[in-house]
């Protein structure tokens, strides 16, 4: 494949699977790699034997999602990778672009209205803010 890959957030929720299905689109579009990204890292970074469960279970979660992920890419007849990043999803997502120098991160939302996001913190709103590069924000379609 050429060019830059692409980056697209999935953790196998149903606005994680419209993100895939659009990066998957734009990656055989551009003929360009898709990195799966799955955000393994727990939102507090407290210690102990709890805290180093919930980060094994985060990241077994996180390889079977993007082994799902990469597979459908796969079969679509993109060129994809899994990754798991250590970090909060917005970091996660952010690092690995900027590491990978990727084109594009694509993320999935529910469509939350912009202020609940805002209040609350959603992934969309803080990449859409804190990004240098484009970021495709794919909703939820209704079904």
Partial sequence: MTGAPLVVGYDGSPCSEAALEQAIELARALEATLLVAYAAGPPNRSVGEEH????QALAELGTAAT????SRAREAGVDAEARLVDA??????LDLAEQVAARLVVVGTTGERPLAGMILGSVPYKLLHRARLPVLVVPLRDT
């Avoid at 180093?52 to 980060?55: F, I, L, V």
């Avoid at 082994?67 to 990469?70: A, E, F, H, T």
């Avoid at 909060?88 to 997502?93: R, Y």
């Fill in 67 to 70: 082994d799902r992920g990469v």
């Fill in 52 to 55: 180093r469960e919930y980060r």
């Fill in 88 to 93: 909060p999803p917005v970091d996660a997502l």
